[in-house]
C-alpha cells in the first residue's frame, strides 16, 4: 500500500494538474479530476494530455504498490469519448508484474462510468526490492 499523504507532499505535478490520489493498494490504484478551466483543451473538453498525464498517475501509484519506485518506460492510450464538465477517474490495474517492468492497464472514465480513454503503461522500476 502506498501513503497517499506522503505522495501528495512529493508529488506536487498531480496537484498542479488539479489530480488527487484516491487509492493505491492491492495492485490497483485511483486518481481522481474535477474539471476546471485549466482542464479544457480550447474548444472545451478535457484535454487528451491531461488524460494521458491521469493514465501516467494512475500507472505509476499502481505499480508503487509493491513498495518500489517507477518510472514511465512505454505508454500507449486510446481515447474514446470526452466531455467538458464533472468529474473524471482513472483506475490502474496490475497486468504483469516482472523484475524489472510491471504493465499497468488504465481505465479513464466520466460521469456515469462513461468510458473517455483506455491505456496501457510498462513502468520500469528504478529501485531494489
Known amino acids: 500500500m502506498v501513503d497517499l499523504n506522503k505522495y501528495r507532499e512529493q508529488n506536487q505535478f498531480m496537484g498542479h494538474n488539479h489530480i488527487e490520489p484516491i487509492k493505491a493498494e492491492n495492485d490497483s490504484s485511483e486518481v481522481k479530476l474535477v474539471i ?28 508503487r504498490c509493491d513498495g518500489r519506485d517507477y518510472v514511465t518506460q512505454t ?18 490495474s496490475v497486468i504483469h508484474r516482472g523484475g524489472t517492468v510491471t504493465i ?13 480513454a483506455e491505456a496501457a503503461m510498462n513502468m520500469f522500476c528504478v529501485t531494489g526490492k
Not at 75 to 92: L, M, P, Q, T, W
Open 104 to 116: 499497468v492497464r488504465v481505465r479513464i472514465v466520466g460521469p456515469e462510468e462513461k468510458l473517455l
Open 36 to 63: 476546471c478551466n485549466e482542464s479544457r483543451n480550447p474548444r472545451g473538453f478535457v484535454h487528451g494530455g491531461l488524460l494521458m498525464t491521469m493514465a501516467d498517475c494512475a500507472a505509476g501509484l499502481a505499480a
Open 75 to 92: 505508454a500507449n492510450i486510446n481515447y474514446i469519448s470526452n466531455i467538458k464538465d464533472g468529474e473524471v477517474r482513472a483506475y490502474g
